[in-house]
C-alpha cells in the first residue's frame, strides 16, 4: 500500500520554476511582472506555484494566494480577490496613509477601519484602493499575488485582475496566474484578456507539459519510497502521458486493485474511494456538491452524524490526501478540482438536487456558513436544487450583494435569472417584491455599468414597452431615461436625445419634482457631449434654479459641470469660467467624488477654451491630486492627464508631456482614455521623428477611438494622422487621410477647440503639394488639393462666424491666421507679415512650438523675397532654440536646411563642417552647392534651392571643381560622398 500520494520532492519544471523565481527576483529590485501559468488540469500547475510560494517566502516576499471557484459560471463576485486579500486588509500598516474615500471603497470587499459612508463609490474606487494597499506593501518588500484557476474567474475579479496587470510593473509586485487553456472554448471572456495580455508584453507565458517519463519514474519513487517495477513505471507513464496527478492516483489504484489499471482516470479516481468508509465517501459526495471550498459546520448538517464522527471522516479524507484543511480549520477544500468533478459527476441526479436543497436550506438558516458571497451561494443552490421560487426570491438580494460590491456583471446573472424565471413562478411580484418592469429597468442599469450597452437597451426597451404612460408617466418617463443613457453609452446619441426629450415630456412641470429635473439634466448632458452646445442649454438652465429649490446640491453641481462646457463651445467663456470654479465648489461641499473630478475636467477645459492653456494646465493637475485623494486616480485621473498632456505637447513641452501620458498609459483602464493617450503619444512620437512607432500608435488609437466613443477625440487624431505622412512625404496618404478627417468634423456645431487644428492641416497639405509641384497651385493633384483645402476654409470660416458671445477659443483663431498664411504660400505669395501675425497670437497663448513654426516660414518668405539676411538669422536661430528645447528633430531639420540654404550660421557648429571641407578650403556655401551636385542638381535648381542667381550657382561650382581637383560635376558628387560631404538624406 502506497502511504503518500503526492511526492515530498519536487519533480521536474526546472526552466519553468527558474523563470518564475526570476520573475520574483527582479521584483525585488523594484519592478513587478506578471505571469501566465497554462496547462491541463493536474499537469502540476498548482505544485508549481505552490513551490514557488515557499521559495519567494524564504527570500523575504509577502505571498498572498487566491483562487477561483467553479460555481454557476463565476456568480461570487470577488471571490479570488477577497480571500487572498482577507489578511492584508486587518493588518493597520497595509491601510496606513489611505484616506477615507479609498478605504470606504475598500469596505465593499473587507471591515476596513476608518471608512467613511457615501464618500466615494463605484469600481474605480475599489480597485485604486486595492491596488494602493499592494502597492504600499510593496514597499517594504516584494509582493507575490498568486491567483489560480483563472479560467473560473468572475467577471468583477477578471476587470480587477486587468487593473493591476497594467500598474504591476510600477511597483514590486508579482502577479502570477493559472488557467487551463483547454478550458478557453471560442467566446471564453478570458481569452481576450489573456491575448492582449500576451501581445501588449506586460505578461510572460509558461506552459506545462507532461513529465518525461524518467521525471515520472523520480516521481513515483518519491511517492512510494523505493523504486517501482519498470514495467509499472511504463505503464503509468504511458497511461498519464506524463501528467503528474494523473501518475499519482493510477499509482494508487493499480497498487489497490492488484495492477490492474482502470479504464479511464474518472474510474480511476472514484476506484480510490471504495476503500474509504461509507461516511466518509458520503461527506465527500456532500462537499462536492456544496463547492470545491466548504465549511465544517455545514458538513456537519449535510451529512447528519456527530461530531466526532465527522472529525474521523475528514481525518480520513485529509491523511489520505483527498482534502485540504483551511489555515483557519473552519473549511475543507478537494485537493483538486478534477477529484471533485469526478464526485459531483457521479452522484446520482436526484442526489445532487437533494443536498443542493438541504445547503439551501442550512445556508438560509446559517449564513455564517457560507463563503464571501452568502446571497450568491444561495441563489445558486436553490436554482440547482430546482425550486424556482426560492431561486427567485434569492435572485434580488444576490444581485444587491453584487452591486454592493460593485460586481455588476454578476449582479446583471442574478437579474438575468429572475427574469428567466419571471414566467416560471405563479405570482413572481410577490415571491420577489417588485414588477417585472422594475426588475427590467435595474437590469438595464446593471447592464450599462457592466459594460454591455445593447443588454442594457433591450432591456430598457422591454421595460418600456410594458409602460403604459397615461396611467404611469413617471415610470414611462424613467424607462425613456434608461433607454436614452443606455443608448448614449452603446454610441447612438442622435437616438438616446430622442428618447431623454420625450422623458422630459411624460414629467409633469407642475408639482415641482426632482424627477423633472433629472430628466431635464440627462438630456442636457447628452445633448452636451453629442456637440449639441445650444440645444443642451436651454433644458440645463430651467434645472438649475429646480436643483436650488429642491435642495439638491449634488444635482445643482452636475447641472453646472455641464454649462461650464456649454458655455464655453458657445464662447461665452467668462460665465463658462464662473460656473465651473461654482460647481466645484459645491461638489468639494457636498463629498461627491465623482462630480468634484468631473468639476476639474470641465473647469480645466474651459479655461483652456478662454485661452488661459497654463492656467487649465495647473488647473487639471490639480484635478490629478484629487482624483488621487478621492481613490479615483484612474479613469477620471488619467482623463486629467491626457488633457494635461494635450495642453504641454501644444505648449511645446513634448518632455513634460511625454512623462504625463506614459504615467497614465501604463494604468489606463478604459477604451476612451487608451484611445486618446496613445493618440497623443503618437503625435508625439512623430514630433520627435520616430515614425514608425508613432504610425502604430496613431493608427491604434484611430481605431480605437472609433469604438470608444469621444467625438473630441476625432479632430485632433485625424489632424495627428495627416502631419504624420506629411512628415514622412507620403502625400497620397495625407491627402486620404485629410478626406476621411474633414468629412467627420464638418457639420459640427461646437469643439471648435479640438477641430480647428486639422482645417489648419488642409491649408498646409495643399501648400506643400503646391511646392512639390514646382508652382503655385500646379498639378493636379494640388489642385485638387486647393479645392479641399478652400472648402474647409470656408467650413472653418462658417464655425467660427457661428459661435456667439465672445467668440471662437483664440486658439482655433490663431490657427486660423496660420492657415490664411498657408493659403498665401500656396498662392506662391512671400509674404512673411501672415506668418508673424500668427506667430504672434501663439506666443500669447504659450504655444512656443506653433510660433516657431510660423517664425520659420517668416524667414523662408522673407529669404525668397530677398530680405535682410539678419531677420532670417533671427527668426531661424528663435525657431532652432525652440525645436531643440522641445526635442522636435524633425522641424529641427527643416530649420536646419532652411539655414543651410539660405546660408545662415544657428551656431557656433552649424553652417561649417570640420575635417575634409576645411583642408580643401571650401566655404560654408560652396559646400551646401556641392551637396546639392551630389543629389544632382541643375546650375539652376541649385539657384532656387539657394536663393542665389544660376550664374552665381555656376560660379560656386566652376570654385569647387578646381578646389576639388576634378573636371566635372559627376567627379565632384563622387568626391563629395567618397569624403562624408554629401547631405545625410533622412527617411521621412
Request: proline residues 3%; charged residues 25%.
Amino acid at each position: 500500500m502506497v502511504g503518500r500520494i503526492s511526492s515530498p520532492r519536487f519533480v521536474g519544471r526546472v526552466a519553468e520554476l527558474g523563470a518564475l523565481e526570476e520573475l520574483v527576483a527582479w521584483a525585488g529590485s523594484g519592478s513587478g511582472g506578471v505571469m501566465l501559468v497554462a496547462g491541463d488540469a493536474g499537469i502540476g500547475k498548482s505544485r508549481l506555484v505552490g513551490e514557488l510560494g515557499t521559495h519567494a517566502r524564504a527570500t523575504g516576499a509577502l505571498v498572498l494566494v487566491g483562487e477561483c471557484v467553479e460555481l454557476a459560471e463565476g456568480e461570487l463576485a470577488f471571490s479570488p480577490i477577497i480571500s487572498a486579500l482577507r489578511g492584508v486588509m486587518a493588518d493597520a500598516a497595509a491601510l496606513e496613509g489611505l484616506g477615507g474615500p479609498v478605504r470606504s471603497a475598500l469596505a465593499a470587499l473587507w471591515p476596513v477601519a476608518g471608512a467613511v459612508e457615501g464618500v466615494a463609490g463605484g469600481r474605480e474606487p475599489l480597485f485604486e484602493g486595492v491596488y494602493r494597499v499592494l502597492a504600499r506593501l510593496a514597499e517594504r518588500r516584494p509582493v507575490l499575488l498568486i491567483v489560480e484557476d483563472v479560467h473560473w474567474i468572475d467577471q468583477s475579479s477578471r476587470d480587477l485582475l486587468a487593473f493591476l496587470v497594467r500598474n504591476a510593473r510600477q511597483d514590486a509586485i508579482v502577479l502570477v496566474v493559472t488557467y487551463r487553456p483547454d478550458e478557453l472554448q471560442r467566446g471564453h471572456p478570458l481569452r481576450p484578456f489573456l491575448v492582449e495580455l500576451e501581445r501588449s508584453g506586460r505578461g510572460q507565458r509558461v506552459e506545462l507539459e507532461g513529465l518525461s517519463r524518467s521525471e515520472v519514474g523520480e516521481q513515483l519513487q518519491a511517492i512510494a519510497g523505493h523504486v517501482p517495477d519498470g514495467g509499472v513505471i511504463d505503464r503509468i507513464f504511458r497511461r498519464s502521458e506524463g501528467n503528474p496527478f494523473y501518475a499519482e492516483e493510477l499509482l494508487v489504484s493499480a497498487q489497490d486493485g492488484g495492477g490492474q489499471l482502470p479504464p479511464s482516470l474518472r474510474e480511476a479516481l472514484l476506484l480510490r474511494l471504495d476503500r474509504f468508509s461509507a461516511v466518509t465517501r458520503e461527506v465527500l459526495r456532500a462537499a462536492a456538491i456544496a463547492g470545491r471550498s466548504v465549511d465544517h459546520r455545514l458538513l456537519a448538517y449535510l451529512v447528519g452524524v456527530d461530531e466526532p464522527t465527522l472529525l474521523g471522516a475528514l481525518r480520513e479524507a485529509t491523511d489520505n490526501h483527498l482534502l485540504v484543511t483551511s489555515t483557519d480549520g473552519m473549511k475543507c477544500a478537494f485537493r483538486h478540482a478534477l477529484l471533485r468533478e469526478a464526485i459531483y459527476d457521479d452522484a446520482l441526479p436526484a442526489e445532487r438536487v437533494r443536498l443542493h436543497r438541504l445547503i439551501a436550506e442550512t445556508l438560509g438558516e446559517h449564513r455564517e456558513y457560507a463563503g464571501s458571497s452568502p446571497a450568491a451561494e444561495l441563489a445558486h443552490h436553490w436554482h440547482a436544487a430546482g425550486e424556482r421560487r426560492a431561486a427567485l426570491t434569492a435572485s434580488l438580494p444576490a444581485a444587491e450583494e453584487a452591486e454592493r460590491m460593485h460586481a455588476f456583471g454578476e449582479a446583471l446573472r442574478h437579474v438575468n435569472r429572475a427574469l428567466e424565471l419571471w414566467d416560471q413562478v405563479d405570482a413572481p411580484e410577490a415571491a420577489l417584491g417588485i414588477d417585472r418592469i422594475d426588475l427590467l429597468l435595474r437590469g438595464s442599469q446593471l447592464a450599462s455599468w457592466a459594460g454591455d450597452a445593447g443588454l442594457a437597451v433591450t432591456l430598457a426597451e422591454q421595460a418600456r414597452a410594458d409602460v403604459d404612460e397615461d396611467a404611469e408617466p413617471l415610470r414611462a418617463a424613467s424607462a425613456e431615461m434608461t433607454i436614452g443613457r443606455a443608448m448614449h453609452y452603446a454610441g447612438y446619441g442622435a437616438d438616446a436625445i430622442e428618447h431623454l426629450a420625450a422623458a422630459r415630456r411624460l414629467v409633469a412641470t407642475e408639482p415641482l419634482s426632482l424627477e423633472y429635473a433629472e430628466a431635464l439634466v440627462g438630456e442636457g448632458r447628452v445633448l452636451m457631449v453629442n456637440d449639441r452646445p445650444s440645444e443642451a442649454r436651454a433644458p440645463l438652465e430651467e434645472a438649475l434654479p429646480l436643483a436650488e429649490l429642491l435642495g439638491d446640491r449634488r444635482l445643482k453641481a452636475q447641472v453646472l459641470s455641464t454649462l461650464t462646457l456649454v458655455y464655453a463651445n458657445l464662447g461665452e467663456f467668462e460665465p463658462a469660467i464662473a460656473v465651473g470654479r461654482e460647481g466645484l465648489r459645491i461638489a468639494n461641499e457636498v463629498g461627491s467624488a465623482e462630480d468634484i473630478v468631473r468639476g476639474y475636467i470641465n473647469g480645466s477645459q474651459a479655461i483652456d477654451d478662454a485661452g488661459q492653456i497654463e492656467e487649465a494646465l495647473t488647473i487639471g493637475m490639480e484635478g490629478v491630486a484629487a482624483a488621487e485623494r478621492l481613490g479615483m486616480g484612474h479613469a477620471a485621473g488619467d482623463q486629467l492627464r491626457m488633457q494635461a498632456g494635450w495642453r504641454l505637447l501644444r505648449m511645446g513641452r513634448l518632455r513634460e508631456a511625454e512623462r504625463v501620458i506614459q504615467s497614465a498609459l501604463d494604468g489606463a483602464t478604459n477604451a476612451f482614455n487608451v484611445a486618446g493617450l496613445e493618440n497623443i503619444a503618437g503625435h508625439l512620437a512623430a514630433e520627435r521623428g520616430e515614425f514608425d512607432a508613432a504610425e502604430q500608435l496613431l493608427e491604434r488609437a484611430w481605431e480605437l477611438m472609433q469604438r470608444s466613443g469621444g467625438f473630441q477625440l476625432i479632430g485632433p487624431a485625424s489632424a495627428w494622422r495627416v502631419m504624420l505622412h506629411l512628415q514622412r512625404g507620403e502625400f497620397d496618404l495625407a491627402r486620404e487621410r485629410l478626406g476621411e478627417g474633414l468629412d467627420r468634423v464638418t457639420g459640427s456645431e461646437g469643439d471648435l477647440i479640438y477641430n480647428a487644428e486639422l482645417f489648419w492641416v488642409a491649408a498646409r497639405v495643399a501648400a506643400d503639394l503646391a511646392e512639390r509641384a514646382g508652382s503655385p497651385g500646379g498639378g493636379d493633384v494640388a489642385a485638387q488639393a486647393a479645392a479641399v483645402a478652400a472648402a474647409a476654409i470656408d467650413e472653418f470660416d462658417r464655425v467660427i462666424a457661428g459661435v456667439p458671445g465672445d467668440g471662437a477659443p483664440p486658439e482655433a483663431l490663431a490657427l486660423r491666421a496660420l492657415a490664411a498664411a498657408e493659403l498665401a504660400r500656396l498662392r506662391g505669395e512671400h509674404d512673411p507679415q501672415p506668418w508673424r501675425s500668427a506667430a504672434h497670437q501663439f506666443r500669447r497663448l504659450s504655444e512656443d512650438l506653433r510660433a516657431a513654426y510660423a517664425d520659420f516660414r517668416a524667414a523662408e518668405a522673407i529669404a525668397l523675397t530677398g530680405g535682410r539676411p539678419s531677420e532670417v538669422t533671427e527668426l531661424l536661430r528663435a525657431a532652432i532654440e525652440v525645436a531643440r528645447t522641445a526635442g522636435a528633430r524633425p522641424f529641427g531639420r527643416e530649420v536646419e536646411a532652411l539655414a543651410r540654404r539660405a546660408g545662415i550660421a544657428l551656431d557656433a557648429t552649424t553652417g561649417s563642417d570640420a575635417g575634409a571641407a576645411v583642408e580643401l578650403g571650401l566655404t560654408d556655401r560652396e559646400l551646401e552647392v556641392l551637396r546639392l551636385i551630389a543629389e544632382g542638381r541643375t546650375n539652376r535648381q541649385i539657384g532656387e534651392q539657394l536663393f542665389i542667381s544660376t550664374k552665381t550657382a555656376s560660379a560656386h561650382v566652376s570654385h569647387i571643381l578646381t578646389k576639388l581637383g576634378v573636371t566635372n560635376r559627376a567627379e565632384a558628387g563622387a568626391a563629395a560622398h567618397r569624403l562624408g560631404l554629401s547631405r545625410v538624406v533622412h527617411a521621412e
